[in-house]
Nanobody, 129 residues
Framework: QVQLVESGGGLVQAGGSLRLSCAASGRTFIRYRMGWFRQAAGKEREFVAAISWSNGVTHYAGSVKGRFTISRDNAKNTVYLQMNMLKPEDTAVYYC??????????????????????WGHGTQVTVSS
């Protein structure tokens, strides 16, 4: 089993930046992909960004493309989400997901929450207008 711990959330004004981190521990020697999802109050969890652990291929939701960047540090077993030009509609709890069950690299596959078997507890991001 993999334990995921998110950090870096907080309150920021519109136009500002935050950098989220997700540290993985436990059985991390097999990992196919890691992703960031978010859930706003009263809404379903939605895809933000994902990265293939083996080759670093990335995918982004259209709403964050050009503003957010996902990256990984293999040595630290950590994935990051750099968020720039934040908007009030980015306000949500951000969750990190990881999967070690099967490989998929396409954007559709990597954007589905059901394709991630391990989740962190989330970190709150609030963007004020």
């Amino acid at each position: 089993q993999v334990q995921l711990v998110e950090s870096g959330g907080g309150l920021v004004q519109a136009g500002g930046s935050l950098r989220l981190s997700c540290a993985a521990s436990g059985r991390t020697f097999i990992r196919y992909r890691m992703g960031w999802f978010r859930q706003a109050a009263g809404k379903e969890r939605e895809f933000v960004a994902a990265i293939s652990w083996s080759n670093g291929v990335t995918h982004y939701a259209g709403s964050v493309k050009g503003r957010f960047t996902i990256s990984r540090d293999n040595a630290k077993n950590t994935v990051y989400l750099q968020m720039n030009m934040l908007k009030p509609e980015d306000t949500a709890v951000y969750y990190c997901g990881s999967d070690a069950r099967y490989y998929c690299a396409g954007s559709v596959c990597m954007a589905k929450p059901g394709n991630y078997g391990d989740w962190g507890h989330g970190t709150q991001v609030t963007v004020s207008s």
